[in-house]
């Protein structure tokens, strides 16, 4: 628990970057125009398999259990973002193909 504590000490800038870019995402996804978001949903997909591959390869060199947490929590969510928008994607998709 002291190491979680001292990294998120060490690291505090880097984590309200993180906080404030996330209040920033919400708040430019929101003004999104609906018919916008398709494209906009394959854009942040590719963008997250970048993110897990950063991920990955931190935890790789990772010496700390702190870090090792971090960027298994990066890898595990990075993955469900990227398989929760090609899920969103094809939903919408579907609402644009003609029914029989």
């Given at each position: 628990?002291?190491?979680?504590?001292?990294?998120?000490?060490?690291?505090r800038?880097?984590?309200f970057?993180?906080i404030?870019?996330?209040?920033?995402?919400?708040?430019?996804?929101?003004?999104?125009?609906?018919?916008?978001?398709?494209?906009?949903?394959?854009?942040?997909?590719?963008?997250?398999?970048?993110?897990?591959?950063?991920?990955?390869?931190?935890?790789?060199?990772?010496?700390?259990?702190?870090?090792?947490?971090?960027?298994?929590?990066?890898?595990?969510?990075?993955?469900?973002?990227?398989?929760?928008?090609f899920?969103?994607?094809?939903?919408?998709?579907?609402?644009?193909?003609?029914?029989?």
């Amino acid at each position: 628990m002291e190491n979680i504590l001292s990294f998120f000490l060490v690291h505090r800038e880097a984590i309200f970057i993180v906080i404030l870019s996330i209040f920033l995402g919400i708040e430019v996804i929101s003004h999104v125009p609906a018919i916008l978001h398709t494209p906009l949903m394959s854009g942040a997909n590719a963008i997250h398999g970048v993110v897990i591959i950063g991920a990955i390869i931190v935890m790789g060199h990772a010496d700390t259990t702190g870090s090792m947490i971090l960027g298994f929590l990066a890898v595990v969510l990075g993955t469900l973002n990227v398989v929760g928008g090609f899920v969103v994607t094809d939903r919408m998709l579907e609402m644009f193909k003609k029914k029989k």
